[in-house]
């Protein structure tokens, strides 16, 4: 009780500094496809941020393949002209939950649930478009491993106990706009 009381009193003391360097940002990309998501991306120091992405596909099936996924996407990123400015790079891990249909499985009536992490790069540019409205277009992939079982789609008797693999993909796409909270510091 003490830690969250502690916690509590600090989160709340570094709001008010923290707020005119927070933005919270929706990429219209996933939008698009009907896929939920929402960041933050905050100032840890001079040429640093962090950004943290939930992402959620509540799609049970389409054209018959699994995609319904949930994602936490915690990223660094070095901004070389400062913070929230023009070219980033970043590095970043995923958690994921899933019950999908893995891309070598489309349309052969199998799908795949369980979960899996991954560590990539993200290559970026954030631009403004109003003092509080920003753009950020972005790029992303890396390694992901996954540890699943297989099911068959009409049966859905397992088809595989517990299996894992891992890949190298190209997961991390956006068009986002983000939103500046409160008022710069200078």
Request: glycine content about 12%.
């Amino acid at each position: 009780m003490k830690t969250r009381i502690l916690l509590f009193i600090i989160l709340t003391s570094l709001a008010p500094k923290l707020a005119g360097q927070t933005q919270l940002k929706a990429n219209a990309a996933y939008w698009v496809l009907g896929i939920t998501n929402l960041s933050v991306e905050t100032f840890l120091c001079d040429k640093f941020t962090f950004n943290g992405d939930i992402v959620y596909s509540p799609w049970k099936s389409i054209s018959g393949n699994h995609m319904q996924f949930f994602q936490t996407i915690p990223e660094v990123r070095f901004y070389p002209k400062g913070a929230f400015e023009k070219f980033y790079v970043g590095g970043y891990a995923s958690f994921h939950l899933f019950d999908i249909t893995k891309w070598n499985y489309i349309n052969q009536d199998k799908y795949q649930r369980g979960y899996g992490f991954g560590l990539g790069v993200v290559v970026g540019y954030q631009t403004h478009i109003s003092e509080r409205w920003r753009l950020d277009l972005y790029a992303g992939g890396g390694w992901h491993n996954s540890q699943y079982k297989g099911y068959e789609s009409k049966t859905g008797k397992q088809y595989i106990g517990w299996n894992g693999s891992g890949e190298w993909l190209p997961y991390k796409f956006g068009v986002a706009f983000a939103y500046r909270l409160g008022k710069m510091r200078h």
